[in-house]
């Protein structure tokens, strides 16, 4: 009999959320349509002022100058074959406020019109073999930090165009990217210090 009871009482509270989740399901459809609207009119933003930059020049948007020093094959590759490398860059904050930067957020590579973000594997590698690398969060308002960004990008990589999305602070805002493509020929290899 309890049994039978029970099995009474959840088909009783199924029976009564069923329509309030239909109900309520209908708002967050609109909703998410909403949400879905405004996420690709800002991707439709992101990147589309580019700002070109040599190897070694610096190009500033606003307060911050972006400079890419070298790209950097460690002679290290994943089981697949695909190749570590790192970007050495400076950036500096000309303004009054400290803003917030990270690796996944901020930088990127296109190779052949792909999209590589930092990959984990090479935050990892960097943390265990590259001296003074850290793991950026800001750049200080007056100030400028020098680091490295790591990437697994495939063997037979000839280009790639390292890319630094300018924020300023507004992780979001995203218009503005200064780009570098450096050929494999130019790449280098771990210069003395660099590595433990």
Not at 31 to 48: D, L, P, R, T
Not at 78 to 89: F, L
Not at 124 to 147: C, F, H, M, R, T
Request: include cysteine; proline fraction near 3%.
């Amino acid at each position: 009999m309890n049994k039978f009871r029970t099995a009474i009482l959840m088909l009783t509270a199924l029976i009564s959320v069923v329509p309030f989740s239909a109900g309520c399901s209908d708002e967050n459809s609109s909703s998410s349509a909403n949400v879905s609207f405004v996420e690709n009119s800002q991707n439709e933003n992101i990147g589309k002022n580019k700002h070109e930059a040599d190897l070694g020049a610096s190009v500033t948007v606003d307060t911050t100058t972006f400079t890419v020093h070298n790209v950097i094959d460690v002679n290290k590759t994943t089981e697949d074959g695909e190749k570590y490398i790192y970007v050495k860059y400076t950036i500096s904050n000309s303004s009054d406020k400290n803003f917030d930067v990270d690796n996944l957020n901020n930088f990127y590579l296109t190779i052949d019109g792909k999209n590589y973000n930092n990959d984990v594997r090479a935050n990892l590698y960097a943390k265990q073999s590259i001296n003074g690398y850290v793991e950026l969060d800001s750049v200080p308002a007056g100030g400028e930090i020098e680091n490295y960004v790591g990437f697994v990008v495939p063997a037979d990589t000839s280009a790639v165009i390292c890319g630094y999305y300018v924020t300023s602070g507004e992780k979001t805002d995203k218009q503005d990217t200064i780009i570098c493509e450096v050929k494999s020929s130019e790449w280098i290899q771990p210069p003395e210090g660099m590595l433990k």
